[in-house]
């Protein structure tokens, strides 16, 4: 059976002059573009100018969510009100599909950012506002994010699709969450490392954690961090060597 595999990378970061990576190059390797909404990063000016992009490419716009909070880049988690987390998702979420409108195309997924994302592997409550922002949006849309989590649990009981993810550069605990930035193993940045556990992931389903152990991975789109240096080359290189696995990169939606 072939597989086929979505490729998927955070674009968009960058605010006003700050410049975080490079959009463009990786727009024509990926197949999915999460694109910051503005409260980690990202503004209006970027966020058009990427969906622009993505749309001539037919790479699928993501809603990537996160706290407010563009000092820290989203990576600080926040204790905020369920409500008000759901009104901050519910906010990006529209923004961005606006702009995505107003250049012949659509959000079409959406995938927390940074702390949010792994709060909500755990935290039933702001997993909960997530899921409750979406659907009051737009039902269809899936959402983008950890096999196991709490987010994509709640997804799926309110009748939300679903779509499991997985992560090129970044390592794994053996209980299937990412290992801690700043730990040991934390970030995978050798770009034929990274490839081998791509082709890996895609074909076995499986992949080494930071302790040497196998864990499943199973996952329908892998992710390849824009800011990691070396992206654009790191990306390439998977890209290729999936194709060369005999891998097939499509996007879910």
């Known amino acids: 059976m072939s597989v086929i595999l979505d490729l998927n990378s955070d674009l968009g970061e960058g605010f006003g002059v700050w410049q975080l990576g490079d959009d463009m190059a990786l727009l024509s390797i990926v197949t999915s573009a999460n694109v910051a909404c503005g409260f980690h990063g990202g503004d209006p000016t970027i966020m058009r100018r990427v969906c622009a992009e993505a749309i001539s490419r037919d790479v699928s716009i993501g809603a990537h969510v996160g706290y407010r909070d563009l000092a820290g880049f989203g990576r600080r988690a926040i204790d905020i009100e369920p409500d008000r987390l759901s009104d901050d998702v519910l906010y990006q979420l529209a923004a961005l599909d606006g702009i995505a409108r107003s250049e012949g195309g659509r959000v079409r997924y959406v995938k927390p950012h940074g702390a949010l994302y792994n709060r909500t592997v755990t935290d039933q409550a702001q997993a909960a506002a997530v899921v409750t922002a979406v659907s009051a949006y737009d039902p269809s849309l899936p959402i983008l994010g950890l096999p196991g989590s709490q987010l994509l649990r709640q997804a799926a009981e309110v009748g939300l699709k679903t779509v499991r993810e997985a992560f090129a550069d970044r390592g794994y605990q053996a209980d299937g969450s990412l290992a801690k930035r700043g730990s040991p193993g934390a970030l995978v940045t050798d770009p034929d490392a990274v490839a081998r556990r791509c082709v890996k992931m895609a074909t076995t389903g499986q992949v080494t954690t930071v302790d040497g152990a196998p ?39």
């Open 215 to 253: 864990v499943s991975v199973r996952a329908r789109s892998i992710c390849v961090h824009g800011d990691t240096p070396g992206a654009v080359d790191l990306a390439r290189q998977v890209r290729t060597a999936l194709q060369e696995a005999g891998v097939s990169l499509a996007s879910f939606v």
